[in-house]
C-alpha cells in the first residue's frame, strides 16, 4: 500500500514538473514511471501502470527518445520491446545539452551565415535591414549559448568524476 502511495506521488511530482516544462500530462507521467522503474519494462507493462495504449506510448517515446534518456531494448528470443530510463540526473542534462550542440546550434552554424552573406550587400528596405539585424544577433546569441553549453558541459563532467571520487573514498 505504501509502495503505491510513494509511486503515485512521485508521478504526481513528475507531472507537475513536466506541466511547468511545457510537457503534456501523458509524456510526464511515462516519464515518471519509467523514472521509478529499477529495471527495464516492457511497452505492455508501461501501457498498464499508465493506463495509455501501447500506440500513444510508442508515440511518446519516440518523442523523447532522440534525448537518450530512454533507451529502447529487446532481448533475446522475444518481440518485445523494452524500456529503461536513465536515472543519473547529471548525465541526462548532459544529454540535453550535447543534443542542443548537435542539432540546433550545429544547424544554426551551417545556415545562417550563407543567408546573412546572401542579404548583406543587398540593397533593402528599412524593415528588411531590422530583420537582417534580428538574425544577426540571433546568430551572435547561437556563438554564445555554444560557448556556454561547452562550459556548462565541462561542470557537469567535472562534476561527476568528484561525485565518483567521492563514492569510491566513501
Not at 507531472?15 to 509524456?27: I, K, V
Not at 520491446?81 to 544529454?95: C, F, S
Not at 528588411?128 to 544577426?136: A, D, H, P, T
Request: hydrophobic content about 35%; charged content about 35%.
Amino acid at each position: 500500500m505504501r509502495a503505491d502511495k510513494l509511486e503515485k506521488e512521485m508521478i504526481e511530482f513528475y507531472q507537475t514538473t513536466g506541466r511547468l516544462q511545457g510537457l503534456d500530462s501523458s509524456l510526464s507521467t511515462i516519464i515518471g514511471v519509467l523514472f521509478l522503474e529499477p529495471e527495464e519494462i516492457s511497452m505492455e507493462e508501461l501501457a498498464k501502470k499508465t493506463g495509455y495504449s501501447l500506440a500513444s506510448i510508442c508515440n511518446k517515446i519516440k518523442m523523447i527518445e532522440p534525448s537518450g534518456w530512454i533507451k529502447r531494448i529487446r532481448k533475446p528470443h522475444t518481440k518485445k520491446i523494452y524500456l529503461y530510463m536513465e536515472k543519473d540526473i547529471m548525465k541526462i542534462m548532459k544529454n540535453i545539452f550535447l543534443l542542443k550542440q548537435e542539432s540546433v546550434i550545429r544547424l544554426a552554424k551551417e545556415k545562417v551565415p550563407s543567408i546573412l552573406e546572401r542579404y548583406k550587400n543587398m540593397k533593402l528596405s528599412e524593415e528588411q535591414k531590422k530583420k537582417l539585424r534580428i538574425i544577426e544577433d540571433y546568430y551572435k546569441q547561437v556563438l554564445k549559448f555554444e560557448l556556454f553549453i561547452r562550459e556548462v558541459l565541462k561542470k557537469i563532467d567535472e562534476f561527476s568524476k568528484r561525485n565518483k571520487d567521492e563514492i569510491k573514498l566513501g
